[in-house]
């Protein structure tokens, strides 16, 4: 795939790039290798002050950054701003944070283990490749990059080849706010070169969001190299309703979990188990919901949904829809093909959904919901579970009973009660099954690139 800003409200390609050559490649592995040796001398201090300083350039740039975002992949400009602002306050997180979380921990006894002192100390791994997706072109790098740089380490950036705006401003941004050079770098390459960036000695782990091919492609080379891997891969996530809930907050809640991002997004609610109790009356809103929303240009005011980021992406979700279609599901708003450029997708919810149709296992990366009838908590629980993904989900309920069988027998990596997925700076991110392994942000992210070294002493 070239790499080029094609402008999915139009689909006119406006640039594309060229791609860095053997020689340039190998100049960046060189200085993020170099650049790891000073950075793993400096202080959490200094560190601290250059990741505050990046974080403020991020802030000065939001109007030209969030412009980018919204010419590469559609999002409306003031979903794209409100990510650049998210990025510089997860900067600013783990520039207060980052010496806390990583200070030595001592064993209270450690005359138990024949030692004046033990501890546990957490120390850089070294350069960290990051290979990244397009659906939040900022966020998904900062949740790595902020944490890695706070702990030491140096990141070399492979980006999706189709948000090259944004690769190439982290290129500088935080070498503009102080880092040694070479601390962090974008690598403009075709996916096909990754595995010789992963085999290479001076790269000490591997961290990838994306589909699940790509993780399975990375995570073996990684493994055959015996070099640590964290994978952030699809996701089915569902959204359980039960008799007990807000409804009315629910359906609200329901739409933008759907379409946060135009529903690409890995943690967007895809798979939506109402109890049939409530199936009519939530379904009903839901549908009415998902088609008063505002479609259209992503520049401008009032715009709710804009474009799919691709062509080829849309074409996925077309054939979902046509497949479920095919096989006797019910479209209660949407399914069509809007006319005119761009690669446009409507709001859409399906019914009538079975085992048969791709739909019902095949993660949607668009705005398709699908809607389902259980008759209690045990066939929930069984349905929402019932999908090699292991993301995250919500439910709905003011049953407290009902509240803590979710949180103990869903299988994922969050559970979010009367309220949608979100990933925030304090708490821990990340999937189980095939939705990948290890964790991003908080404490645990920042500790998934670091040596856990045992001291003991006499």
Known sequence: MAIATINPTTGETEKTYDQHTSAEVEERVRRADAAFRRLRQSTFAERAAWMLAAAQLLEDDVETVAEGITREMGRPIAGARAEVLKCARGMRFYAAHA???????????????????????????GVVL?????????????????????AGNTGLLKHASNVPLSALYLDTLFSRGGFPDGAFATLLIGSGEVAAIVEDRRVRAITLTGSEPAGRAVASTAA???????????????????????????????????LVNAGQSCIAAKRFIVHASVYEEFTAGFAEAMGRVVMGDPFADGTQLG???????????????EDAIAKGAT???????????????????ISDVTPAMRIHLEETFGPVATVYRVQGVDEAIELANATDFGLSSA????????????????????????????????????????????????????????????VWES
């Open 331 to 349: 479209v209660l708003t949407g399914g069509r093909l809007p006319e005119g450029p761009g690669f446009f997708y409507p709001p859409t919810v």
């Open 99 to 125: 010496e806390g979380f990583l200070a030595d921990e001592p064993l209270a006894d450690p005359s138990s283990v024949g030692a004046s002192r033990a501890l546990a100390r957490y120390q850089p791994l």
């Open 130 to 150: 990051a290979v990244m997706p397009w659906n939040y072109p900022l966020w998904q790098v900062i949740r790595f990059a902020a944490p890695a740089l706070m």
């Open 224 to 258: 055959a190299q015996v070099k640590k891997a964290v994978l952030e891969l699809g996701g089915s996530d569902p959204f359980i309703v039960m008799p007990s809930a807000d409804l009315d907050a629910a359906v609200r809640m329901a739409v933008d979990a759907r």
């Open 395 to 454: 439910v709905w309920t003011r049953d407290e009973d009902e509240r803590a069988r979710f949180e103990t027998e869903l299988e994922a990596g969050a559970v979010f009660v009367n309220g949608m997925t979100i990933s925030y700076p304090e708490l821990p991110f990340g999937g189980i099954k095939h939705s990948g392994f290890g964790r991003e942000l908080a404490a645990a992210g920042i500790r998934e690139f670091c040596n856990l070294k045992t």
């Open 307 to 321: 474009p799919i980021s691709t062509e080829s992406g849309r074409n996925d979700i077309v054939e979902l829809v």
